[in-house]
């Protein structure tokens, strides 16, 4: 049983064999990185920042 969970488990998870990067392939550079994280920290932080400050406005709604 054994042999055959392992043929099985081969069968569905092949691993795929990567001897080196493709063609044509670079990193993005320091200025993408920053531009990438500074989008990243403000579709996460805006909405957080937006609710914090109106938070009194929320409780006073009373519904």
Do not use: N
Request: proline share 5%; glycine share 4%.
């Amino acid at each position: 049983f054994e042999s055959q969970a392992q043929l099985l488990l081969e069968t569905l998870w092949a691993q795929a064999r990567v001897s080196q990067p493709p063609e044509g392939h670079s990193h993005a550079s320091q200025r993408e990185q920053a531009i990438a994280l500074a989008a990243m920290f403000t579709c996460f932080l805006a909405p957080t920042a937006w609710v914090l400050a109106h938070v009194e406005h929320y409780k006073s709604r009373g519904d």
